[in-house]
């Protein structure tokens, strides 16, 4: 039996590299361990995003080893008909045989993840799934869709740096610059959600656990597949004919500019698509803007009359006079102020509906409110304290360990900002009234048993 198992992983071993197989088992026992893990033990995001981001080095990795196992191929080939390479090393392969390296790395690392997709849809028998079709949609649209795309990056990283080691550190490289630009991305731009070839899908900290696919990831993928085709076609042209366009193949020259074209017009519209939301996208759909001693405000113009916006901004001046005597400093200034239509909208622009969150470090607010309002003065408080916070994103953080992490005190970030909002005015009892209520209600019930 064992045997008869060795013979079978040699044969596959020889038929399409150690790779392949390694990963596989590494995707399935990865798959296996999340299945006893909560909220990641259905088929739905939590697992289809832990899945996306180990596929992501899969993939990269198995493309690479396609292409140093065809250079090899290759070599070999040349050096039995005595007609050995020219240069340092082997040739990289060409035309067809460079197309069906593209094919094979996907459909090798696509096959990563069937049995993490098995395992999943088994432990349905041990918990209940809410959606399969929502689930199945996930993991088409995170791991699956990542594996087509890094599987062809890692083949191109390969093509790049023949040194197998070289090739292999930059083929691993790719997906972490890449997932850095979006942790960049989500740092400096408006919405709490961020999008990634490679990390998939992250629709922010605050979300429902019956999460279904948005169709600005349906077109995000959509992108993603006419940018790695663009890349592929380009590398199939140029190869053999190097980077001067006039000796690419005809062909594949001619089906290389319209896709970077599209790879353009889809990278440029990235806003009006949902995928990629920056401050310009904002300000073309918040398109008035009213500017006060401390604040800009962007409001949609049919949102608010001349006399509300007015109002909101007697209110925001108010309750920053408040702010600067509890605290005792001013943030720098301005304070950009986005003030939604309704929560619906500012889910769709930066993903967060029904709550109002601030950025400390950009000196943002992103509301939906209106005057009296009785939560402006809470968000505010965040922008306040973000003077004595972290000097990276201005809240209670602390860079802990031999090898710093950081370390978030949420107690402290909502506690600082309850704490000033303690002795609102705006005719509701604070915390404290609250509290001495209760007391006496409970005092109440107590004696009178």
Request: with cysteine.
């Amino acid at each position: 039996m064992l045997d008869r198992a060795r013979r079978a992983v040699n044969a596959a071993r020889a038929r399409i590299g150690l790779r392949p197989l390694v990963w596989a088992v590494v995707l399935a026992t990865l798959a296996l361990a999340l299945d006893f893990v909560p909220l990641y033990d259905v088929l739905g995001y939590d697992f289809a995003f832990a899945m996306g981001l180990a596929a992501a080095l899969a993939g990269v990795d198995i493309g690479q080893g396609v292409i140093a196992r065809a250079r090899r191929v290759r070599a070999g080939a040349e050096t039995a008909s005595g007609t050995g390479p020219v240069g340092p090393g082997p040739l990289a392969p060409r035309g067809a045989e460079l197309a069906r390296a593209f094919g094979e790395a996907c459909l090798l690392a696509a096959g990563t993840l069937v049995i993490p997709l098995l395992l999943s849809l088994a432990n349905a028998g041990r918990i209940r799934n809410c959606n399969f079709a929502a689930g199945l949609g996930f993991f088409l649209l995170l791991p699956v869709a990542t594996v087509l795309y890094a599987a062809p990056a890692g083949v191109l990283a390969g093509l790049v740096a023949p040194a197998p080691r070289r090739g292999r550190a930059l083929a691993f490289a790719i997906p972490l610059l890449s997932i850095l630009w979006t942790l960049l991305r989500l740092y400096r731009d408006p919405p709490v959600f961020a999008f990634d070839p490679f990390g998939g899908y992250f629709p922010g900290p605050i979300y429902d656990e019956a999460l279904r696919p948005p169709l600005s990831l349906l077109l995000f993928r959509v992108a993603n597949l006419v940018w790695i085709g663009t890349a592929v076609v380009v590398a199939l042209a140029a190869a053999g004919g190097g980077l001067d366009p006039r000796r690419w193949c005809r062909g594949a020259r001619a089906g290389a500019i319209p896709l970077l074209a599209a790879s353009i017009a889809l990278y440029a519209l990235g806003g009006r698509l949902g995928f990629h939301l920056g401050h310009a996208d904002l300000e073309r759909a918040l398109d008035r803007t009213l500017v006060t001693d401390h604040f800009v405000i962007h409001t949609a113009t049919s949102a608010k009359t001349r006399t509300e916006l007015a109002l909101t901004a007697e209110d925001l001046e108010f309750r920053y006079q408040q702010l600067r005597e509890t605290f005792g400093v001013e943030p720098r200034l301005p304070i950009t102020v986005w003030d939604f239509p309704s929560a619906e909208v500012k889910k769709a622009l930066v993903g967060a509906g029904e709550t109002l969150y601030a950025k400390p470090w950009t000196r943002e607010m992103f509301v939906q409110e209106h005057f009296p309002s009785t939560r402006l003065r809470h968000e505010m408080a965040h922008v306040f304290a973000g003077t004595f916070g972290d000097p990276f994103f201005g809240v209670a953080l602390a860079w802990r360990g031999p090898l710093p992490h950081p370390v978030l005190a949420m107690g402290l970030v909502e506690g600082v900002a309850e704490a000033a909002t303690a002795a609102d005015p705006s005719g509701d009892a604070t915390i404290h009234q609250e509290a001495r209520s209760e007391e006496r209600r409970v005092g109440k019930e107590c004696r009178s048993r």
